[in-house]
């Protein structure tokens, strides 16, 4: 087993920026893909961006140009920079890890294993 521990979250105006970190810890090694998802009330958690042991990544469309993810498999650890926020990007961002092995980058919640208790973030207008 693996835990997942966010930080980073809180307010930002638009156009402003947030940086989210998530720590692993417990069963790390056979860890692959770790990955950002987030959700609104009432919405299905949704992908953001993933990044594979071997520096592979991918994002979704809303963050692409704006959101850049990166990963130090030394320390456990993956980062979610987030540039030119939009009130939209408010959301309960969720970081999540998978040991399973796919042909592409895992963009769905149900292809990761391991998650954290999300941090907030909130953009106003």
């Known amino acids: 087993q693996a835990q997942l521990v966010e930080s980073g979250g809180g307010f930002a105006q638009t156009g402003g920026s947030l940086r989210l970190s998530c720590a692993a810890s417990?069963?790390?090694?056979?860890?692959?893909?770790m990955g950002w998802f987030r959700q609104t009330p009432g919405k299905e958690r949704e992908f953001v961006a993933a990044i594979t042991r071997r520096g592979r990544s991918d994002y979704a469309d809303s963050a692409k140009g704006r959101f850049t993810i990166s990963r130090d498999n030394a320390k456990n650890t993956v980062s979610l920079q987030m540039n030119s926020l939009k009130p939209e990007d408010t959301a309960k961002y969720y970081c999540?890890?998978?040991?399973?092995?796919?042909?592409?980058?895992?963009?769905?919640?149900?292809?990761?294993?391991?998650w954290g208790q999300g941090t907030q973030v909130t953009v106003s207008s």
């Open positions: 999540a890890a998978g040991w399973r092995m796919w042909d592409d980058v895992p963009s769905h919640r149900t292809e990761y294993d391991y």
């Open positions: 417990g069963r790390t090694d056979n860890i692959n893909a």
